[in-house]
């Protein structure tokens, strides 16, 4: 059975940010304690793995082929109405 994660912050990252707010710091230690909170976020997140990411990348490349190649076929088939439409008779003439 799957376990619900919920993204808490951890107990000790709480304590600093209520001790930091009791005591009201200057501007560039609330910058300071601003980063060190940023880094901390950051060395949890989770990256791909390289097959992962080339994973992805091909899948995004297939996705725009497929869309270009959808807009290519309905501008040919707008452009022959127009141009049959308006009396030209011949699309690139």
């Known amino acids: 059975m799957a376990r ?38 950051l060395s949890k997140v989770v990256r791909p793995t390289r097959r992962e990411l080339l994973s992805y990348t091909g899948v995004v490349i297939v996705f725009v082929v497929i869309m270009m190649a959808i807009i290519y076929g309905l501008d040919f088939v707008f452009a022959t109405v127009v141009a049959w439409v308006f009396g030209n008779g011949a699309l690139f003439g």
């Open 4 to 41: 619900n994660v919920v993204d808490e912050p951890s107990e000790d990252l709480v304590a600093n940010a209520k001790r930091d707010r009791a005591e009201r710091r200057n501007p560039f230690a609330r910058i300071a304690l601003f980063i060190r909170q940023v880094l901390t976020e």
